[in-house]
């Protein structure tokens, strides 16, 4: 290292030599001084004073930096500069001194003579330079001789670093079947060598170890891929390492190492395979559906999600017995059972089952079918199994208040094993605590065992077990509902009123009216009726009865050329049968009318007026012929009245014709309850009639006493009642005043209503209302009405004649 060192200083002298004197300021009156690159030897005699080009500065001595080299060995003290003033004769009477960075303890210089030299090793990369100041002072007077100056001595820095890799070591990572060149990852190192000098820092990379796979630019550090499909199945870890040197790679330089790491990442370039092409499983037939009955796998040397494989069964023979799923955790495929399996029926499956990734690379499927097929048969074990029903559950109806024993319904059970064992039957105790039903333990048929009540228990539901006779431990179970059915109660009717008519142009075999029934039996959606006419209106030649098979029925004429005036009103009996338990029917009425109808058949008029009015006349005309009959009635009406009024008039204001009490008033009575027209005691007292002799049709003037009340059992008034009553039936010449005489007492506005005939007064003016029975059912009311007056009035002109 020495002798290195030495070298460079050397050829840096030599170099240096030829440029001083035109770096030298001009100074004529420079005797010995140093530029910032005289060496030691440069320094021994002063400088020739008039040079050609230099001239002398007010100054005596200048420099600008010294330079010391680093890392020095040698055992005396490393000579730097000497410093050196045209005021020093050599007498020794200029003093030299130092002072700055590191002065006295890494750099002295002597007194006497100015020779600075360096007291130990420096390093370039802790210090790269120093900054001193330099004085030349009397060494008697101590006094400046010139004024301080300053310089810098820098350290010459030497190749004494390596390059080095600070983030080693490295780990990276490329996609397995990646090309040539491509990208790795960057490598950097750094040299702690002054860069500007040499080429102590210019760093060169190389790759020492991992060819032929990967490779590195020199200058840059870019690691790339130097080998074309690497497969990661084969090799996935790499391992390289690279050299940085300095000086440019040539020979002598310093280097550093460093080691990369690199993985090659996982591509979808495998398809799954299974390990062999047939699997062979078994399963009992007793399996559950929905539950596993066997696994495969098919390997992929992928790994992550390009391992992930899926599964499915190719469709064919078996095919649509089972279901495939795969485990997510260890990629094998799960055979699920889809449909129930019996052996009897079929004893063994066989389908293919395709394994493919879920996840595809396009990069490799040009390769081939990226897949791979096995086939699996799978046997079915034959297992000992209960008794089987021929149905899930069974619904049963049965009739209130049916009689025990009546057998209701079966259920059946078999064997399907080969044995065919006998199956016996029974019935869930716990289903049925009352022991309403019995079953038949071989042949399976439920009967009753006690009478039900539709009222109490509308549903009973029981739980039938099959026992299997070979084996009693295997048992079956099924539900049974037993609805009870309401006893048909109510006959059938018609649904509605209806008001039917047959026009007089009607044809034979035309339905003039269609009808439906109703049942108040519960319930009404499964009710079905039937319609015909009686055993006795068979011979019906009008009309019949057409059943149309849907809960309605139709009336259908049998004839032609009806006629209102010959009849109006036609009745049809029609029988109405419902289909329940038992059946009940019954016989409904229909009245048919007689109308006149246009020639499509729409409806004109079914008047009973119309029949006896000529044919042709408008309808203003019919309406003034109903207004005057209507302004006739409202005559005979008022007539009728003021005859009564004139009769009563004259009756009671025939003042010589009172006999006994009557008494004349213009007020009407109010009854037994009204004392206030007359004294009532008057007749009940025959003392007091005698008494009171005034009339009792003019208000009395005087106030009368109040009279003591009397009995009205008293034997007296019977007596009293029944001699006045003989007088007067005895009596031919006078009117019937009886009933004021004797019945006074009532009035005219009792409940009872007077018995008295005084009111009934003929009337000469007597009608026929017979006719009105003759227009039809809509005048049925008011010829009643008419008919019971006229037999209301004929009675009581016998009863007066009577009388």
């Not at 005396?76 to 006295?104: E, I």
């Not at 009686?534 to 011979?539: I, M, T």
């Not at 031919?732 to 009933?739: C, I, L, Q, T, V």
Request: hydrophobic share 35%; charged share 25%; glycine share 6%.
């Amino acid at each position: 290292m020495l002798t290195r060192n030495c070298l460079l200083l050397f050829l840096w002298i030599l170099v240096d030599e030829g440029s001083v004197s035109s770096l030298r300021p001009p100074s004529p009156a420079l005797g010995r001084s140093r530029t910032g690159r005289e060496h030691a030897r440069s320094s021994v005699g002063p400088m020739r004073n008039g040079a050609a080009g230099f001239q002398r500065v007010k100054r005596g001595w200048v420099w600008n930096q010294f330079f010391v080299l680093e890392e020095y060995m040698g055992s005396d003290p490393q000579y730097v500069g000497k410093l050196h003033t045209d005021l020093d004769k050599g007498d020794s009477a200029v003093k030299y001194t130092l002072s700055g960075d590191g002065a006295g303890s890494i750099f002295t210089i002597d007194q006497t003579t100015g020779d600075i030299h360096a007291l130990r090793s420096l390093d370039r990369e802790e210090k790269p330079y120093y900054t001193l100041r330099a004085q030349a002072v009397d060494i008697i007077t101590n006094r400046p001789l010139e004024p301080e100056s300053e310089f810098v001595i820098k350290v010459q820095d030497i190749n004494d670093n390596e390059p080095k890799f600070l983030e080693g070591p490295y780990t990276a990572s490329v996609p397995e079947m990646s090309p040539v060149g491509t990208y790795v990852t960057q490598v950097t190192a750094t040299d702690a060598d002054d860069p500007t000098y040499g080429n102590s820092a210019r760093v060169v990379y190389s790759i020492l170890h991992g060819q032929p796979y990967f490779s590195v630019d020199p200058k840059t550090g870019v690691i790339k891929t130097a080998l074309p499909n690497m497969d990661r199945e084969v090799k996935e870890q790499y391992q390289v390492l690279i050299q940085a040197k300095d000086m440019g790679g040539q020979l002598g330089g310093l280097a550093g190492t460093t080691t990369i790491n690199i993985t090659l990442s996982d591509v979808n370039d495998n398809p799954p395979r299974f390990s062999k092409s047939f699997f062979h499983l078994r399963v009992p037939e007793s399996s559950a559906v929905g539950s596993p009955v066997g696994r495969i796998k098919a390997h992929d040397m992928d790994i992550g999600k390009n391992a992930e494989v899926d599964y499915t069964i190719v469709p064919g023979d078996g095919g649509a017995m089972f279901d495939i799923a795969t485990n997510e955790h260890n990629q094998e495929g799960i055979i699920i059972l889809r449909k129930p399996l019996d052996y009897e029926t079929k004893k063994a499956y066989t389908f293919k089952v395709d394994a493919s990734n879920a996840h595809m690379d396009p990069r490799f499927q040009s390769s081939g079918a990226f897949k791979d097929t096995a086939t699996v048969k799978i046997n079915v074990l034959d297992v000992d199994e209960p008794p089987v029903f021929n149905k899930p559950s069974y619904v049963m109806d049965v009739y209130e208040d049916t009689p025990v024993g009546t057998i209701i319904g079966a259920v059946t059970a078999q064997d399907l094993d080969a044995s065919s064992s006998p199956v016996r039957y029974s019935i869930d105790w716990k289903t049925d605590l009352d022991s309403y039903f019995d079953i038949d333990p071989v042949e399976g048929t439920i009967s009753t065992n006690e009478l039900l009540d539709r009222e109490s228990i509308a549903q009973h539901n029981i739980s039938i077990v099959a026992t299997k006779l070979s084996n009693p431990v295997l048992t079956s179970r099924v539900a049974v509902t037993v609805q009870v059915l309401d006893i048909n109660e109510f006959p059938p009717e018609l649904a509605s009123p209806y008001e039917t008519f047959v026009c007089e142009n009607a044809k034979v075999g035309q339905v003039i009216q269609s009808f439906s029934a109703k049942d108040q039996d519960l319930p009404s959606a499964g009710q079905q009726f039937s319609f015909r006419s009686p055993k006795e209106d068979l011979k019906n030649k009008n009309f019949t009865i057409r059943d149309f098979g849907n809960n309605t029925a139709g009336i259908m004429t049998k004839r032609s050329g009806f006629r209102r005036r010959l009849q109006e009103i036609y009745f049809l009996p029609v029988v109405i049968e419902d289909n329940g338990y038992p059946p009940r029917s019954s016989t409904s009425t229909l009245t048919i009318r007689v109308c006149g109808c246009e020639s499509d058949g729409s409806l004109l008029t079914c008047s009973a007026e119309a029949i006896f009015l000529p044919v042709g006349l408008s309808t203003g005309a019919l309406i003034a012929i109903l207004l005057c009959i209507i302004i006739l009635l409202v005559i005979v009406v008022l007539y009728v009245g003021l005859r009564r009024q004139k009769k009563k008039e004259t009756l009671m204001s025939s003042k010589e014709d009172i006999r006994d009490n009557v008494i004349h008033y213009d007020d009407e009575g109010g009854g037994e309850e009204d004392t206030h027209a007359f004294d009532m005691g008057t007749l009940r007292n025959p003392k007091v009639v005698k008494e009171n002799l005034f009339r009792r049709d003019v208000k009395p003037e005087m106030k009368r006493g109040p009279k003591p009340p009397v009995s009205q059992d008293s034997a007296d008034i019977r007596d009293f009642i029944n001699q006045r009553l003989k007088e007067h039936d005895t009596d031919n010449s006078a009117p019937p005043y009886d009933s004021l005489a004797t019945y006074a007492y009532e009035g005219d506005g009792s409940v009872a209503e007077s018995l008295s005939s005084i009111e009934s007064v003929p009337i000469d003016l007597e009608e026929d209302y017979d006719y009105l029975s003759d227009w039809g059912p809509r005048f049925k009311t008011l010829a009643g009405i008419f008919g019971e007056q006229s037999e209301t009035q004929s009675n009581s002109a016998t009863t007066e004649n009577t009388h």
